[in-house]
């Protein structure tokens, strides 16, 4: 993999903010794809109406003229010939700093507000360049503050022209000339630069195809690769010991939970390594059946490790299974990044010689160097397919560790049958008894007082709630902005009474984790949240969820949001705020039933985000979507299946390195 810093004008800041964004090398940049495209197109004046938003190419027609105002303030006014000959006025606020570039004569394009009775463009944006045909297609990229979408666009344009011939193409040659495919580093030049949507159309079907292949053939290497073998240990425990510890639970499990445990216990005890997914909506009860894994694990005389995505649920299932195992000889300890560097080589040691008997933390933590005497299970929570293809090896004296994956997503039967092809399935169908359905309500943002009266109403019968705030694209500081303006209202409106948190991106991990507790232990009755990574996250006492902007959030992503409430035996509520979209968003104030949304939120967006959002920091597909690529997804498997079977020394050649990519990643 070639390193950021080879690509000319990325510096040591600009690869930290890269990083930020997910991008560790430049296969990751160029492969950060537009998440929109703009059309820019211009604008016919004539046609124009007053104050209309216009979009006008030309030429600088005499030097333009500077104007200061108050403060720092200044507007500049400049004469244009338009193309077609027209000439126009132009005023920009606060551009002093273009001037000496707007010498006469200089094409621009520019964007603005149309005054017609004055015949004058107030514009918001003035670029050097014309638009050649009328039209151009631009990309738009996510950014992050100090990134913006152009910055992105020249590391990525610079990448291209450095190194576009030695990115790595994972379609064997021979599907290239069989569907006639453009070569990788044309097609990343149209998908980044696209001169006509028919263009952009061939090059992404291109590489959708090359990332499904990819995934394909990963997933059926591994089955192939576990099927059948030998290769697990097979673990033996007394039944007594782990009965002791179901008859300590609080509560009897499920006929459902009841039903995965036996599978998973048999997987266990069976020679044949575990590569199992658990299945079952949100707040169905998966944790406590793979603590009792873990410690059937550890009566078989084997370490296990609990990963998750975020150090927040790391917290909250370190605090559960010491809760569960608390009358058990287990040693538990927590592995994050907010430790010091004494307290994880601490631990590391410890982990080393078999002193720790479950260990629960990040995945980067817990796979990165860390060194194991015995693993012999590893469980991974709410992670999605494509992070579970990402199995780094974990360091644990050859042992092959037996593996189970939990998920929340709920994904049509036809879908996971092919993505999660390589594994066994165990599914939770029911929850608990005793939940009550949460009622959801669609509200507009007119109709905020009524939120805030049924908050209030929820907090005066000592409940807590969440908060999820708007969101304001590409921009972490005007994110900052509508947080803090928000908390400003809940305290302006329940601040006397009760306590309101605020956790985002830009705090630190120990930050975020003290808050998290206040809110816990109930020191914080309000918590309001940027993102939507704290998945997983249990506090039963929270009885309401209020989602402002729920349209920008798919069925599936709302439904797992809504899962943080109703968690015990408490009447709960969601309260969804959107203008847009409410026909789409009305499906969930009807249905609690994740399967049900799931397939809705397939047939309906055209692009479902089943598998989350990048936001949320799950692993997503690039490019391909398995709604409205799933055509594109079969005719991948079908070909990776043969693929496999080559024995063309090329076709041999690219599986070692995509092998070598599974275990890296
Ligand atoms: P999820 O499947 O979303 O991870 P959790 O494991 O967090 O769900 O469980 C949600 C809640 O249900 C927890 O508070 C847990 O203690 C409780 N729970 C789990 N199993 C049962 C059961 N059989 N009966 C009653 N409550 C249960
Ligand atoms: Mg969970």
């Known amino acids: 993999m070639i390193s950021l810093d080879k690509v000319k004008g990325v510096g040591a800041k600009s690869t930290m903010l890269l990083n930020r964004l997910g991008i560790f090398n430049v296969d990751d940049l160029v492969s950060h794809y537009p998440y929109r495209y703009d059309l820019i197109k211009r604008t ?122 030695e990115i790595t193409d994972f379609i064997p040659k021979s599907i290239i000339e ?32 090359e990332e499904l292949f990819l995934f394909m053939t990963k997933i059926n290497y591994l089955k192939i690769k576990n099927k059948n073998i030998d290769n697990g240990l097979n673990k033996t425990y007394k039944k007594e010991n782990l009965d002791e510890l179901m008859k300590s639970l609080p509560f009897k499990l499920t006929k459902d939970q009841e039903k995965v445990l036996n599978e998973i216990l048999e997987d266990l005890k069976s020679k044949r390594r575990m590569n199992r997914l658990l299945q079952g909506d949100v707040g169905s009860g998966k944790t406590i059946i793979s603590i009792i894994a873990l410690y059937a694990n550890k009566l078989s005389g084997y370490q296990g490790a609990l990963m998750v995505p975020t150090e927040i649920l790391a917290h909250q299932h370190y605090e559960t299974i010491k809760k569960v195992l608390k009358d058990f000889d287990v040693n538990v300890k927590l592995l994050i990044g907010s430790l010091t560097k004494k307290e994880k080589e601490d631990i590391h040691k410890e982990l080393e010689e078999g002193k720790i008997d479950i260990v629960v933390g990040t995945h980067a933590l ?23 293809l990402q199995r780094t090896s974990l360091k644990n004296k050859g042992n092959m560790p037996d593996v189970l994956y939990m998920s929340a997503t709920p994904i049509p039967r036809t879908y996971a049958l092919t993505i999660y092809g390589d594994m066994d399935i165990s599914v939770i169908e029911n929850l608990p008894s005793g939940r009550k359905n949460i009622k959801t309500y669609l509200k507009s943002n007119k109709e905020i007082k009524d939120v805030l009266q049924m908050m209030y109403e929820e907090l005066k019968d000592k409940h807590q709630i969440y908060v999820i705030a708007p969101l304001i694209e590409e921009s972490e500081t005007l994110d900052l902005t509508t947080v803090e303006e928000l908390k400003d209202k809940m305290e302006l409106a329940f601040g006397k009474d009760f306590n309101i948190g605020v956790v985002h991106g830009k705090l630190s991990n120990k930050d975020k984790d003290k808050i998290m507790n206040e809110f816990v232990n109930n020191n914080i009755q309000i918590l309001i949240s940027t993102t939507v990574i704290e998945v997983g996250v249990d506090v039963p006492n ?10 920008r959030f798919g069925l599936s992503t709302l439904h797992q949001l ?85 024995k063309s020394p090329e076709d041999v050649k690219l599986l070692e390195t995509i092998i070598e990519d599974i275990k890296e990643g």
């Open 44 to 165: 016919n004046l004539s046609e124009a109406e007053e104050l209309d938003k216009v979009i006008i190419d030309g030429k600088v027609d005499g030097a333009p003229i500077l104007i200061r105002l108050k403060g720092n303030l200044n507007k500049m006014n400049i004469r244009l010939v338009t193309n077609d000959g027209k000439i126009v006025g132009v005023s920009i606020f606060n551009r002093a700093f273009l001037k000496n570039s707007l010498t006469v004569g200089t094409n621009i394009t520019v964007f603005g507000k149309y005054e017609k009775s004055k015949n004058i463009i107030l514009a918001s944006e003035i670029r050097l360049g014309l638009l050649p045909k009328g039209e151009k297609i631009e990309s738009v990229y996510h950014g992050t503050a100090g990134l913006s979408s152009k910055n992105i666009a020249t590391f990525i344009n610079t990448a291209l022209m450095q190194f576009g011939n």
């Open 178 to 209: 069989k569907y006639n495919f453009l070569n990788k580093k044309t097609s990343l030049n149209i998908v980044h630069n696209p001169s006509t949507k028919e263009k952009l159309k061939e090059a992404s079907i291109r590489l959708k195809y």
């Open 366 to 388: 817990i796979q990165g160097e860390v060194q194991y005497q015995n693993l012999g299970l590893v469980v991974t929570d709410e992670q999605h397919r494509f992070g579970v």
């Open 542 to 551: 929270t009885t309401m969820i209020v989602i402002f902007d729920a349209n």
């Open 562 to 646: 809504r899962g943080r409430v109703g968690r015990s035996t408490l009447e709960s509520k969601c309260i969804l705020i959107s203008d847009q979209d409410t026909k789409r968003l009305n499906i969930m104030t009807k249905t609690n039933d994740g399967f049900e949304i799931s397939e809705e939120d397939f047939q309906i967006r055209g692009h479902g985000d089943l598998f989350g959002t990048k936001q949320s920091g799950d692993m997503t597909f690039k490019i391909a979507n398995l709604k409205e690529d799933y055509k594109i997804l079969l005719q991948a498997k079908k070909d990776s299946e043969k693929f496999l079977t080559s």
